[in-house]
């Protein structure tokens, strides 16, 4: 696209004043003669004579209009550092104070731009929370902003960060070895790795969920080996605790993802005994034991969780513990009977009824969004082990609204074929240990529950051993 001319430059010129009606100069009548013609061409030489000095007064330039040249381009306008004005944005979570983002070092590099901080504060927030759509478009605006400034180095380490946490590893690989590339033995240098470790566990994950069956890939394998590699090595790039802690839970993270559960378990256990007093010490011991739980360890699971409600008895985790062993607590009894006051698709006969056969109970509500993705699943177990004596039960207790007619329009609307019960005052929920949903326990032919967990994380494998026979 070719360039823009500059405008021409107008030099005007003054009109002449007007006439009076009795004048020389005013309208020729007929018969004028010579001397009018004259005239004519004096008035046409003052004329030449007023534009040549309007000329030149123009070329000497006008103090009050300033008008480039024809020959001389317009420089183009420098950029402003201020952003432009934007729309709302989401709100971010505070950002924690022990960040290295937001130390005193990090924080004076922006001391020249005191309305760019909040904009940074916003981006480390949503680092820190994992929410990489929050972050992308501040840290964007930020490195545009700021290109080879200072601060440019904190933001290029926080950009790595929140691609670990997006739906693009690959992204996130990159923007840390760049990141490391330009800023060799930056004090980031460990929150790059744990970029690059995030990216590799996002790939195993994605390896083993696109694989058949309940073997682990060997590419899955792969990279969980590598990302659990790099958490190490994160761990000892950072005098940062902070730091350090969030490595050291990354890779009990990849160890159990591959499937090394003694090795998980001791890496989870590290992290509680060097930082017991942090918050995530007790996040890492309930980790450990929703491990223990997966396996069907659930003596480990029991005592890990026991642990967590002892040593920190007013944290979060331990809520969360308390729950975990009310759930746990059913596991080895006999089957509390179903308390139903109404029934959708079929009937079935009281439990105690049903020995002989293995009874999936599925604890949901219509409301719930996890319940719905795992429904399709637990009909398609129905479907297929039936035969071979598994029973399902679905148990909902009407809450947020939930009335009678939703169940029966999503029995109907998703072609629901098992006895779907409705409890409404929570009985039957309070007798299995449910506090969340979806949830799920599983009777043996002899009555006893010997399962109880997210239906999510029941496998097939695990199913068919339950199986009468």
């Known amino acids: 696209m070719a360039a823009k001319k500059p405008p021409r430059s107008r030099v005007k010129t003054p009109k002449p004043a007007p006439r009076s009606p009795g004048s020389s100069g005013g309208r020729r009548g007929r018969g004028s003669g010579r001397g009018s013609g004259g005239l004519v061409i004096a008035a046409i030489v003052l004329g030449v004579v007023g534009v ?28 402003s550092p201020t952003p432009p004005e934007r729309g709302p944005e989401p709100e971010a979570p505070p950002a924690g104070s022990s960040s290295p983002f937001l130390d005193g070092k990090a924080l004076a590099r922006l001391d020249a731009h005191p309305d760019a901080v909040a904009d940074y504060r916003r981006a480390v927030g949503f680092v820190q929370g994992d ?11 930020l490195r545009d902003r700021f290109p080879g400034e200072a601060i440019e180095e904190e933001i290029a380490a926080l950009q790595a960060r929140a691609a670990a946490t997006s739906d693009d590893p690959g992204k996130a690989l990159e923007l840390a070895r760049a990141f ?45 080996d590598e990302a659990a590699r790099l958490f190490e090595k994160a761990a000892g790039q950072s005098a940062d605790a902070d730091a350090a802690i969030e490595a050291l839970l990354g890779r009990a993270t990849a160890l159990s993802a591959k499937g090394d559960s003694q090795a998980a378990l001791a890496a989870y256990q590290e992290v509680a005994r060097r930082h017991r007093s942090d ?63 109404r029934w959708f698709a079929d009937q079935p006969s009281p439990l105690s009824s049903l020995r002989g056969k ?13 319940c719905r993705k795992e429904m ?17 039960v679905a148990v909902t207790r009407h809450s947020k609204g939930q009335t009678d007619a939703d169940v029966e329009s999503y029995v109907k609307e998703n072609g629901i074929d098992f006895p779907v019960a409705v409890d409404r005052k929570g009985a039957t929920s309070q007798g299995f240990g449910v506090s969340g949903i979806p949830a799920a326990a599983i009777v043996d032919p002899r009555g006893k529950v010997v399962w109880r967990n997210h239906p999510g994380r029941l496998s097939e494998a695990e199913l068919a051993k339950l199986l009468p026979g």
């Open 52 to 79: 040549l000095v309007g000329l030149v007064l123009g070329g000497r330039g006008d103090p009050e209009v300033k008008v480039p040249p024809p020959s001389s381009p317009e420089a183009p306008a420098r950029r």
């Open 131 to 141: 929410n990489a759509r929050g972050a992308a478009p501040i840290l964007q605006r």
């Open 180 to 224: 490391r590339s330009r800023w060799p033995g930056s004090r980031y240098e460990a929150q790059a790795t744990v970029a690059e470790a995030k990216a590799h566990l996002v790939l195993g994950r994605r390896a083993q969920k696109a694989a058949e069956g309940d073997d682990l890939p060997a590419g899955a394998a792969r990279s969980f």
């Open 279 to 341: 918050p995530r010490a007790a996040t890492a011991l309930q980790s450990a034991a929703q491990d223990a739980w997966d396996r069907d360890d659930v003596e480990t699971a029991r005592s890990l969780l026991g642990q967590v409600v002892e040593e920190w008895p007013g944290s979060k985790a331990a809520n969360r513990a308390r729950s975990d062993l009310a759930a746990l607590d059913v596991v080895g009894k006999t089957a509390p009977e179903l308390q139903v006051e």
């Open 358 to 370: 293995t009874v999936m109970l599925v604890f949901w509500a219509t409301w719930c969004p996890h």
């Open 376 to 392: 399709p699943h637990i009909s398609e177990l129905y479907r297929r082990y039936r035969a071979q004596g598994l029973e399902v």
